[in-house]
């Protein structure tokens, strides 16, 4: 057993408990629970399979599925290439599966450190991951914070990171990873599509808590959009 520095993400799919709960008796959520949980089972490695064949596998974020919880993570750095840095790695990926989720209509909500952890291809151990794995136990907004040795690590020079209420956060919208962003017009399309999406949560009735995460989400997403598409929501 080896502990080893490496930047760890814990990421939850939000809505799971319920949909699991309803999946019991209601058989449109129990194919609503099975596409989820393929979409869990897949996200990962089909990210995984558009990494350029010329990156080394050791630095491809290694991935656990859980459940309705996705486990990320990669090595602080690497003596071969002075400047990778796993951190922005595992932000990057985490930018891309909150675009992957919600193009499939749902939130997620994290936490990501670094430091010390031992892991396998099924199980992880060590302080980085349960501090990540509290950040998201303990968090309410639907986003990824980065811990305070994660934050303090963190190089900045772009906005996959922002900062608001004294927390350093992933921005999940950053629209460099938008799926297609190189098509004339998708970064436009995407945000349309998250703002209908978000419409369409907050008039289903939902309970309080998910209320408030979709309300906080709509409220982000009008913060981050491109100029035009602001113009044309107020």
């Known amino acids: 057993m080896k502990f080893e520095d490496r930047a760890v993400a814990f990421i939850d799919v939000l809505g799971f408990k319920a949909l699991v709960a309803g999946a019991v008796q209601n058989h449109e959520q129990l194919n609503q629970l099975s596409g989820l949980i393929d979409l869990l089972s897949s996200a990962v490695p089909m990210l995984d399979s558009s990494v350029d064949s010329t990156v080394a596998a050791h630095l491809i974020p290694k991935h656990i599925y859980i459940s309705d919880c996705i486990i990320l993570s990669a090595p602080h750095t690497d003596t071969d290439r002075p400047s990778y840095d796993g951190l922005s790695i595992v932000v990057m990926r985490a930018i891309q599966l909150s675009h992957y989720f919600l193009n499939a209509g749902y939130l997620i909500r994290g936490g990501i450190s670094v430091g010390k952890v031992w892991r ?20 309410n907004e639907p986003i990824i914070v980065l811990s305070e040795s994660a934050a303090t690590r963190w190089r900045g020079g772009s906005r996959m990171c922002l ?72």
Do not use: C, M
Request: aromatic share 14%.
């Open 120 to 139: 396998t291809n099924s199980n992880i151990v060590g302080p980085a991951y349960q501090e990540a794995y509290l950040l998201e136990h303990n968090g």
């Open 163 to 234: 900062q608001s209420d004294g927390k350093v956060f992933v921005n999940g919208l950053f629209d460099y990873y938008i799926p297609n962003n190189n098509q004339h017009g998708e970064i436009e399309r995407a945000y349309g599509r998250y703002a209908d999406l978000a419409d369409q949560k907050l008039e289903e009735g939902l309970p309080q808590s998910a209320q408030s995460k979709w309300s906080w989400f709509k409220e982000f997403l009008q913060s981050e959009a491109p100029e035009g598409l602001k113009w044309a929501q107020a």
